[in-house]
C-alpha cells in the first residue's frame, strides 16, 4: 500500500514531473524510437484500427466488411445521374482501385455539422421555424411499368413546430466556389427526391429546397434556390433509376459514359473500365485485374 500512494502522489504533483525528468533524462535513444514508430504505416493501421472499433461501437459493424449488394431497384439519392457503369461496379463490390478520398469526406462532414448547421439554427431558422440535423426518406415510385425505390438520408431540413418539412437542404463543399454560376444537375437530382421522398412521407409536401455549397479553402458560401420540377423528376432522374434498375436485372455492364469526363478521374474502377494505363477493358465486376 505504501508503494501505491507512493506512486500516486508522484504522478499527480508537478515538483514530482520535474523531478522524473531529472532522474531519468531523455536519450537519444529514446528520440530515434520516436522517430522510428512515427511512420505512414504505423498512422494507417492506427487509423483503420480506430473506424474498425468505432464503427462496432455506433452499431454499424457492417460498414467494417464488404457491403451487402443492393436489390436491383433500390437508388440512394447521392448516386442518381453518376455513370451507370461506376455505380454498377460500387454495388456489385467490384474491387476498387484507389483508397477512398476519406480526408475529403470527413472535412465536408464537419464542416456540416461544425458551420451550416450553426449558421441554420442561429441565423436562419426562427421561432416558428426549427432546423432537423436529417430526416430519412424510403419511397416507391413507378416510372415506365417498373418500380423503382428510393432510400436515404437527407442533409438539414427546416422544419415547423409539428416537425413537418418546410425546405429540404442539400449542403456541398467544394474546392473552389469562385465559379459555382448554377447548381449541378447531379444535386438537382438529389434534392428532387428529398423533396419527392419528404412528400410521400410527411404531411407537408416541400416544392422548393436550397442547395448551399461552400468552400473548403474559404468558407464562401452560395445559395441555390430549387423549386421542384416534374418533367426533370420524371424524364430525367427517374428514368434514369428505371434505366440503372434495367442494367442490374439484365446483369448487362452499363456503358462506359459518364454525363461528364470529370468523372473518370475520380473513379476508382478506372482500369476495370477501360479509362486507364493498363489494357483491361470492359471486365465484370468480379474479373481479377492485376494493377501492378
Ligand atoms: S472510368 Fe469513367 S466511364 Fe468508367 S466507370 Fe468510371 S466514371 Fe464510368
Redesign the pocket.
Known amino acids: 500500500m505504501d508503494v501505491y500512494l507512493g506512486t500516486l502522489t508522484r504522478m499527480v504533483t508537478d515538483d514530482s514531473r520535474n523531478s522524473k525528468s531529472e532522474d531519468t533524462p531523455v536519450d537519444g535513444d529514446s528520440v530515434s524510437q520516436l522517430l522510428k514508430d512515427m511512420t505512414t504505416v504505423r498512422f494507417k493501421e492506427w487509423y483503420q484500427n480506430r473506424e474498425f472499433r468505432q464503427n462496432i461501437r455506433d452499431g454499424k459493424p457492417y460498414f467494417n466488411g464488404p457491403s451487402s449488394v443492393p436489390p436491383s431497384e433500390r437508388h440512394s439519392p447521392s448516386k442518381l445521374l453518376q455513370?451507370h457503369?461506376?455505380i454498377y461496379?460500387g454495388q456489385e463490390n467490384a474491387p476498387e482501385e484507389q483508397d477512398d478520398a476519406e480526408g475529403i469526406l470527413w472535412t465536408g462532414r464537419r464542416i456540416e455539422e461544425d458551420v451550416v448547421l450553426p449558421f441554420l439554427q442561429d441565423v436562419i431558422s426562427t421561432d416558428q421555424t426549427f432546423v432537423r440535423n436529417s430526416m430519412w426518406i424510403d419511397f416507391d415510385v413507378e416510372i415506365q411499368g417498373n418500380e423503382v425505390r428510393i432510400k436515404g438520408v437527407t442533409d438539414p431540413v427546416l422544419v415547423d413546430e409539428e416537425s413537418e418539412p418546410l425546405l429540404p437542404t442539400e449542403i456541398k463543399t467544394t474546392s473552389s466556389i469562385e465559379y459555382k454560376d448554377s447548381p449541378d444537375r447531379r444535386h438537382r437530382a438529389q434534392l428532387h427526391a428529398y423533396m419527392a421522398g419528404l412528400s410521400v412521407e410527411q404531411d407537408r409536401n416541400p416544392t422548393e429546397g436550397v442547395l448551399i455549397y461552400i468552400s473548403r479553402d474559404t468558407f464562401e458560401m452560395k445559395v441555390f434556390h430549387v423549386e421542384f420540377d416534374t418533367k426533370f423528376w420524371n424524364e430525367t432522374v427517374l428514368s434514369w433509376a428505371n434505366t440503372h434498375t434495367e442494367y442490374r436485372l439484365s446483369d448487362n455492364l452499363p456503358p462506359?459514359?459518364?454525363e461528364a469526363d470529370w468523372?473518370?478521374e475520380y473513379?476508382s474502377?478506372?482500369e476495370r473500365?477501360?479509362?486507364g494505363d493498363t489494357p483491361y477493358a470492359d471486365m465484370s465486376p468480379k474479373a481479377f485485374v492485376r494493377l501492378c
Request: aromatic letters at 14%; proline letters at 7%; charged letters at 35%.
Open positions: 455513370c457503369r461506376k461496379y462506359a459514359q459518364p468523372e473518370c473513379c474502377y478506372r473500365c477501360g479509362k
